[in-house]
Protein backbone atom coordinates (compact mmCIF):
# COMPACT_ATOMS: atom_id res chain seq x y z
CA UNK A 1 0.00 0.00 0.00
CA UNK A 2 1.40 3.51 -1.32
CA UNK A 3 1.36 6.26 1.12
CA UNK A 4 2.36 9.81 0.99
CA UNK A 5 2.80 12.19 3.78
CA UNK A 6 3.25 16.23 3.32
CA UNK A 7 5.82 17.82 5.57
CA UNK A 8 7.04 21.25 6.18
CA UNK A 9 6.53 24.79 7.84
CA UNK A 10 2.66 25.76 8.71
CA UNK A 11 3.80 29.25 8.38
CA UNK A 12 5.43 31.44 5.69
CA UNK A 13 5.77 35.35 5.41
CA UNK A 14 4.64 36.76 2.39
CA UNK A 15 7.04 37.06 -0.27
CA UNK A 16 9.17 34.19 1.46
CA UNK A 17 9.52 30.96 0.14
CA UNK A 18 6.85 27.92 1.07
CA UNK A 19 9.25 24.54 1.23
CA UNK A 20 7.31 21.40 1.95
CA UNK A 21 8.21 17.84 1.36
CA UNK A 22 6.43 14.53 0.39
CA UNK A 23 8.12 11.22 1.90
CA UNK A 24 6.45 7.91 -0.24
CA UNK A 25 6.44 4.53 1.22
CA UNK A 26 5.08 1.65 0.07
CA UNK A 27 6.61 2.64 -3.83
CA UNK A 28 9.70 4.52 -5.24
CA UNK A 29 9.86 7.95 -6.72
CA UNK A 30 11.97 6.62 -8.96
CA UNK A 31 10.32 3.55 -10.91
CA UNK A 32 7.28 2.81 -12.04
CA UNK A 33 5.99 5.21 -14.46
CA UNK A 34 4.30 7.41 -12.64
CA UNK A 35 4.38 11.17 -11.94
CA UNK A 36 5.08 12.61 -8.72
CA UNK A 37 2.88 15.36 -8.27
CA UNK A 38 1.50 18.50 -6.20
CA UNK A 39 -1.73 20.19 -5.43
CA UNK A 40 -3.39 23.08 -3.52
CA UNK A 41 -6.74 23.95 -1.96
CA UNK A 42 -7.20 27.30 -1.26
CA UNK A 43 -9.89 27.50 1.71
CA UNK A 44 -13.61 27.03 0.52
CA UNK A 45 -12.24 26.67 -3.30
CA UNK A 46 -11.64 23.75 -5.34
CA UNK A 47 -8.24 21.87 -6.60
CA UNK A 48 -5.82 23.06 -8.37
CA UNK A 49 -2.85 21.07 -9.87
CA UNK A 50 0.61 23.06 -9.19
CA UNK A 51 3.06 20.16 -10.93
CA UNK A 52 4.49 16.98 -10.85
CA UNK A 53 7.67 15.08 -11.77
CA UNK A 54 7.61 12.12 -13.60
CA UNK A 55 9.33 8.97 -12.00
CA UNK A 56 12.38 9.52 -14.46
CA UNK A 57 13.07 13.49 -13.40
CA UNK A 58 11.01 15.24 -16.16
CA UNK A 59 9.37 18.60 -14.48
CA UNK A 60 5.57 19.97 -15.64
CA UNK A 61 4.33 22.71 -13.69
CA UNK A 62 1.19 24.78 -14.20
CA UNK A 63 1.49 27.75 -15.91
CA UNK A 64 -0.26 29.93 -13.80
CA UNK A 65 2.67 29.17 -11.20
CA UNK A 66 5.24 27.99 -13.43
CA UNK A 67 7.51 30.86 -12.68
CA UNK A 68 7.58 30.33 -9.25
CA UNK A 69 7.46 26.65 -8.52
CA UNK A 70 10.62 24.33 -8.43
CA UNK A 71 9.39 20.34 -8.02
CA UNK A 72 12.41 18.35 -7.28
CA UNK A 73 13.12 14.81 -5.74
CA UNK A 74 15.43 12.93 -3.74
CA UNK A 75 16.07 9.01 -4.38
CA UNK A 76 17.96 8.57 -1.60
CA UNK A 77 15.25 9.25 1.11
CA UNK A 78 12.21 8.47 -1.36
CA UNK A 79 10.93 12.04 -0.99
CA UNK A 80 10.26 14.85 -3.43
CA UNK A 81 9.90 18.35 -2.67
CA UNK A 82 7.71 22.11 -3.72
CA UNK A 83 9.13 25.05 -3.39
CA UNK A 84 7.17 28.22 -4.03
CA UNK A 85 8.92 31.48 -4.31
CA UNK A 86 7.60 34.97 -3.40
CA UNK A 87 4.22 33.93 -2.00
CA UNK A 88 1.51 36.12 -1.08
CA UNK A 89 -1.77 35.57 0.80
CA UNK A 90 -3.30 34.24 -1.91
CA UNK A 91 -0.85 30.91 -1.99
CA UNK A 92 -2.56 29.82 1.49
CA UNK A 93 -3.60 26.84 1.20
CA UNK A 94 -4.05 23.04 1.90
CA UNK A 95 -1.32 21.64 -0.27
CA UNK A 96 -1.51 17.99 -1.26
CA UNK A 97 1.33 15.47 -2.33
CA UNK A 98 -0.50 12.95 -4.55
CA UNK A 99 0.88 9.99 -7.28
CA UNK A 100 -0.48 10.23 -10.87
CA UNK A 101 -0.37 7.82 -13.62
CA UNK A 102 -1.76 7.15 -16.78
CA UNK A 103 -2.62 4.54 -19.29
CA UNK A 104 -1.97 5.32 -23.19
CA UNK A 105 -5.13 3.55 -25.09
CA UNK A 106 -5.02 3.58 -29.32
CA UNK A 107 -7.51 6.25 -29.11
CA UNK A 108 -7.86 7.74 -25.31
CA UNK A 109 -5.81 7.32 -22.41
CA UNK A 110 -6.66 7.07 -18.86
CA UNK A 111 -6.12 9.38 -15.87
CA UNK A 112 -6.13 9.17 -12.22
CA UNK A 113 -4.48 10.28 -8.79
CA UNK A 114 -4.70 6.77 -6.96
CA UNK A 115 -2.89 7.58 -3.68
CA UNK A 116 -3.04 11.50 -2.02
CA UNK A 117 -1.10 12.31 1.42
CA UNK A 118 -3.68 13.76 4.07
CA UNK A 119 -2.95 17.28 2.89
CA UNK A 120 -1.09 20.46 4.82
CA UNK A 121 -2.67 24.07 5.59
CA UNK A 122 0.10 26.20 4.83
CA UNK A 123 -0.88 29.99 5.28
CA UNK A 124 1.01 33.21 4.16
CA UNK A 125 1.26 36.10 6.67
CA UNK A 126 3.33 38.19 8.09
CA UNK B 1 -11.69 29.58 -15.66
CA UNK B 2 -10.88 25.35 -15.92
CA UNK B 3 -10.63 23.55 -18.98
CA UNK B 4 -13.27 21.08 -17.45
CA UNK B 5 -16.79 22.94 -16.52
CA UNK B 6 -18.36 21.11 -13.87
CA UNK B 7 -22.55 21.95 -12.30
CA UNK B 8 -21.30 24.00 -9.23
CA UNK B 9 -24.14 22.07 -7.44
CA UNK B 10 -27.05 19.40 -7.09
CA UNK B 11 -29.26 17.70 -4.97
CA UNK B 12 -31.10 14.55 -4.45
CA UNK B 13 -33.33 12.89 -2.55
CA UNK B 14 -32.30 9.85 -0.65
CA UNK B 15 -32.26 6.68 -2.46
CA UNK B 16 -32.89 8.49 -6.18
CA UNK B 17 -30.06 8.92 -8.46
CA UNK B 18 -27.92 11.47 -9.26
CA UNK B 19 -25.89 12.55 -12.37
CA UNK B 20 -22.87 14.88 -12.48
CA UNK B 21 -20.88 16.10 -15.35
CA UNK B 22 -18.10 16.94 -16.16
CA UNK B 23 -17.54 18.56 -20.01
CA UNK B 24 -14.35 19.85 -21.76
CA UNK B 25 -12.87 19.28 -25.20
CA UNK B 26 -9.65 17.02 -23.43
CA UNK B 27 -12.52 14.84 -22.95
CA UNK B 28 -12.59 13.32 -26.30
CA UNK B 29 -8.89 12.37 -25.95
CA UNK B 30 -8.74 11.21 -22.06
CA UNK B 31 -11.16 9.52 -19.72
CA UNK B 32 -12.30 12.07 -16.61
CA UNK B 33 -11.19 10.43 -13.47
CA UNK B 34 -13.68 11.43 -10.25
CA UNK B 35 -12.82 12.36 -6.30
CA UNK B 36 -14.89 12.59 -3.84
CA UNK B 37 -14.08 15.18 -0.77
CA UNK B 38 -15.38 15.38 2.13
CA UNK B 39 -15.30 18.63 4.96
CA UNK B 40 -11.80 18.28 6.61
CA UNK B 41 -10.60 15.50 4.04
CA UNK B 42 -8.10 14.53 1.28
CA UNK B 43 -10.09 13.79 -1.97
CA UNK B 44 -10.68 10.05 -2.75
CA UNK B 45 -10.99 8.60 -6.19
CA UNK B 46 -14.11 7.36 -7.42
CA UNK B 47 -14.29 6.24 -10.58
CA UNK B 48 -11.79 5.99 -13.27
CA UNK B 49 -11.65 5.05 -17.23
CA UNK B 50 -14.07 4.01 -19.16
CA UNK B 51 -15.81 2.99 -16.14
CA UNK B 52 -13.21 1.83 -13.45
CA UNK B 53 -14.49 1.71 -9.38
CA UNK B 54 -11.31 1.37 -7.06
CA UNK B 55 -11.53 -0.96 -4.35
CA UNK B 56 -13.81 -0.45 -1.78
CA UNK B 57 -15.38 2.08 -3.32
CA UNK B 58 -19.53 0.89 -3.75
CA UNK B 59 -21.24 -0.31 -7.10
CA UNK B 60 -23.81 2.56 -6.71
CA UNK B 61 -20.99 4.76 -8.07
CA UNK B 62 -20.48 4.47 -12.31
CA UNK B 63 -18.89 6.35 -14.89
CA UNK B 64 -19.61 7.02 -18.58
CA UNK B 65 -18.49 9.37 -21.13
CA UNK B 66 -19.64 10.33 -24.62
CA UNK B 67 -18.15 13.45 -27.11
CA UNK B 68 -16.59 15.59 -24.45
CA UNK B 69 -19.04 14.74 -21.79
CA UNK B 70 -17.67 12.46 -18.77
CA UNK B 71 -20.56 11.39 -16.23
CA UNK B 72 -20.30 10.00 -12.43
CA UNK B 73 -24.18 8.69 -11.66
CA UNK B 74 -24.78 7.41 -8.24
CA UNK B 75 -27.85 5.33 -8.49
CA UNK B 76 -29.56 5.01 -4.80
CA UNK B 77 -27.53 8.37 -3.78
CA UNK B 78 -27.19 7.72 0.50
CA UNK B 79 -26.14 10.14 3.50
CA UNK B 80 -22.66 9.35 2.96
CA UNK B 81 -22.16 10.49 -0.32
CA UNK B 82 -23.04 14.18 0.52
CA UNK B 83 -19.59 15.98 -0.66
CA UNK B 84 -17.41 17.78 -3.39
CA UNK B 85 -16.97 15.99 -6.60
CA UNK B 86 -14.24 16.87 -8.85
CA UNK B 87 -12.93 15.98 -12.61
CA UNK B 88 -9.76 15.32 -13.69
CA UNK B 89 -7.87 14.90 -16.73
CA UNK B 90 -5.70 16.88 -19.36
CA UNK B 91 -6.16 20.04 -20.60
CA UNK B 92 -7.14 20.16 -24.24
CA UNK B 93 -3.60 20.59 -25.39
CA UNK B 94 -2.78 17.52 -23.52
CA UNK B 95 0.45 19.03 -21.65
CA UNK B 96 -1.30 19.78 -18.21
CA UNK B 97 -3.31 18.48 -15.76
CA UNK B 98 -6.82 19.88 -15.14
CA UNK B 99 -9.10 19.89 -12.86
CA UNK B 100 -12.86 20.69 -12.81
CA UNK B 101 -14.27 23.50 -10.58
CA UNK B 102 -16.16 20.60 -8.65
CA UNK B 103 -19.94 19.87 -7.95
CA UNK B 104 -21.75 19.79 -4.36
CA UNK B 105 -23.93 17.06 -3.99
CA UNK B 106 -26.56 17.67 -1.42
CA UNK B 107 -28.67 14.48 -0.29
CA UNK B 108 -32.11 15.42 0.38
Known amino acids: QVQLQESGPGLVKPSETLSLTCTVS??????????WSWLRQPPGKGLEWIGH???????NYNPSLESRVTISKDTSKNQFSLKLSSVTAADTAIYYC??????????????????WGQGTLVTVSS | SSELTQDPAVSVALGQTVRITCQGD??????ASWYQQKPGQAPVVVMY???NRPSGIPDRFSGSSSGNTASLTITGAQAEDEADYYC???????????FGGGTTVTVL
Open chain 1, 98 to 115: ARYRENRGLIITTTIFDY
Open chain 2, 26 to 31: SLRRYY
Open chain 1, 53 to 59: MYYSGSP
Open chain 2, 88 to 98: NSRNSSGNHVV
Open chain 1, 26 to 35: GGSVSSGSYY
Open chain 2, 49 to 51: GKN
